[in-house]
């Protein structure tokens, strides 16, 4: 990595403990990424993308600082990019995947939250994350009860505005979430002094769907068989799809599948065809929580589709774009963001179906329903997962995990017993 020493001096970081993660990030990503055959040559963007990771993204927004550009930092899929940038400001995701982030965590949080938000906290606590130092603001939601309390603890430290999340889905739900939505503008007009104008919004309502376009694109390349790109590549992409300018995401990920389209008609794929294709459902994964993905790939199967935020939930379902005024556009904002089927929602029967719909769609062996310890909410869940999974005749087999490597070899075991098991 370039020389930013001064840059994350000026904001504020632990250097000497910031060099800790940057010694060992280059190793881990060498071992999942690194050592893959046949990668497809688009992800040199990536692979760079992470070399860099606290360097060139972060300077940009270290430029869009100094013009007086806002940041917001963003934890949950329902929180409307569109919005934020439509008022001249950049949205960055900021969930913490890292162990490197949790013992700062658990000097605030009870030891039995989920690692996602004890990472999280701990990134901002600790000074080694860029990104929780460079956001002006930080978006936070009602979805889970660790975050909940998590906001409270983190606007000690930086601002916080909190979106309230209905948790059902009936019309009613609907149209507090419209409210809601509608409030968020507010803060966002406040916070960046821009007034947010309808063509504004239009204009990135079309950059975000052009984000998700790009990464429907990519998935559907997913479908084929053998498959053209690894599940770690694919997860990689969607992760840095939370944080890098969208504009040139598009345009990156696209060039991506040209690639990937000229190896799915050659019959070229990273896996033979004839390997048992998995999806991994459940909670999201942030970078760089590769954990899963490498064991399961390790073990000779792909990983084809994720049923998470790191997943389909991120890009699916688009925006009506043929709303001209606020009003209509927030609306669309508002059908298109309750689409997403989390746990927190109850009842969460779409969920289910979207499960059941993608294994069809990506030709899935089997399923690996996974969740974070300390998530109540997934793992309860899981129960209901597992029942419409297995009355559809579908090996699915559940798993909770943290961000260590301790349970790395039991979890390794499990799946090659899984995966041993469709192939009978
Ligand atoms: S799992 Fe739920 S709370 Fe977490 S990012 Fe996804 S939608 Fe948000
Ligand atoms: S993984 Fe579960 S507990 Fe953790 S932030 Fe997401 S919903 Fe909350």
């Known amino acids: 990595m370039a020389d930013y020493r001064n840059m994350w001096d000026d904001l504020g970081m632990d250097l000497e403990k910031h060099d800790l993660l940057c010694e060992a990030l280059p190793d881990a990503f060498h071992e999942v990424y690194i050592s893959q055959q046949d990668r497809p040559e688009g992800m040199d963007y990536y692979d760079f993308v992470v070399a860099e990771i606290h360097g060139v993204r972060p300077a940009e927004l270290v430029e869009h600082r100094k013009k007086g ?7 949950c899929v329902y929180v409307p990019d569109e919005i934020i940038f439509a008022a001249g400001a950049i949205a960055t995701g900021l969930c913490g995947g890292s162990q490197f982030w949790v013992p700062g965590g658990e000097k605030v ?58 948790q059902m889905k009936r019309e009613k739900d609907i149209a507090a979430w419209t409210e809601e939505i509608k409030l968020f503008l507010n803060k966002v007009e406040e916070v960046t002094g821009t007034k947010v104008t309808p063509e504004a919004l239009a204009e990135n309502i079309k950059l ?4 998700r376009k790009a990464l429907e694109r990519l998935y559907n390349t997913r479908k084929n068989s053998p498959v053209p790109i690894s599940g770690r590549d694919a997860l990689l992409i969607t992760q840095i799809a939370f944080y890098d300018d969208p504009e040139r995401f598009s345009s990156k990920t696209n060039e991506l599948c040209d690639e990937l389209d000229k190896r799915i008609a050659e019959g070229n794929g990273v896996f033979p065809a004839d390997a048992p294709r998995i999806m ?106 597992q029942q419409a999974l297995k009355k559809a005749g579908i090996p699915v087999m559940h798993l909770e995990t943290d961000y260590s490597e301790q349970d790395s070899e039991q979890i390794r075991t499990r799946v090659q017993a899984f995966l041993e098991m469709l192939g009978d």
């Open 208 to 211: 975000i769907a052009r984000k």
């Open 280 to 385: 991994i459902t459940g909670t999201p994964m942030a970078i760089p929580n590769w954990k899963l993905h490498h064991i399961v790939e390790t073990c000779g199967a792909p990983v084809v589709v994720e049923e998470t935020c790191t997943g389909v939930r991120y890009f699916e379902n688009s925006v009506d774009e043929t709303g001209t005024t606020l009003d209509e556009q927030i609306q669309a904002l508002a059908k298109r963001y309750m689409k997403v089927n989390c746990a927190c929602f109850t009842p969460n029967e779409g969920r289910v179906d979207d499960i059941l719909r993608l294994v069809k769609e990506y030709k899935v062996d089997g399923v690996i329903d996974c969740n974070l310890q300390f998530c109540g909410l997934y793992s309860t869940e899981s129960y209901l997962v």
């Open 69 to 75: 550009g806002k940041v917001f930092g963003t934890f």
């Open 109 to 166: 949080l009870p030891a039995n939250t989920c690692p996602l938000i004890k990472a999280s906290v701990g990134a901002r606590l600790d000074k080694t994350c860029p990104f929780f130092r460079l956001a002006d603001i930080y978006i936070g939601e009602t979805t889970c009860d660790g975050k909940k309390k998590a906001w409270e603890i983190l606007s000690e430290d930086v601002p916080v505005y909190v979106m309230d999340l209905p």
